[in-house]
Each structure stands twice: as C-alpha cells, then as structure tokens.
C-alpha cells in the first residue's frame, strides 16, 4: 500500500502528458481548491464523475486522472 500512491501519480501524469484534453478549474479562493474535467475526443457517451472527498491534504486531482481512462477518455497513446 505504501507504493500506491507513486504509482497512482505516474500513472496519472502519463495519462495527462500523452495528450488527454485536460481543463483545471478553481471552484474557491485556494490554491487546493481545483477541480480537473477530462474530455475525450470524440462525442461523449455519458458522464463519469470520481469526487475524492477529505483527504486533499495529502493529494490532489493529478493522483487520479488515468481513472479516466475507463470512461471514454481512452488514453490518446492508443490512436494512431
């Protein structure tokens, strides 16, 4: 368990750097207090929303953005 959450950034961060239409929005006056929407890029099927609810302290959005990649925002690397 002590190696999750390197994985779970590296993950994440491989899923943004490889091309995911990323948009990071504030919704408060705090630097924590952001939001990621994830878009994939053709028309979407539905709508997924993941809410990481009280532990921001230790993490951010960025640990869990490959979460999207079962939704409809496939990882770009897949396209050719």
Not at 13 to 20: D, E, I
Not at 34 to 56: E, R
Request: net charge neutral; charged share 20%; proline share 8%.
């Amino acid at each position: 368990a002590e190696t999750y959450p390197e994985r779970w950034s590296s993950e994440a961060k491989a899923f943004r750097g490889a091309g995911a239409d990323l948009e990071t929005t504030p919704y408060g006056s705090g630097t924590r207090q952001i939001y990621d929407l994830l878009l994939p890029k053709t028309a979407p099927k539905g709508l997924m929303i993941f809410v990481h609810g009280g532990y921001w302290r230790r993490f951010d959005p960025s640990y869990w953005s490959h979460l999207a990649q079962g939704t409809g925002c496939e990882d770009p690397r897949n396209h050719h």
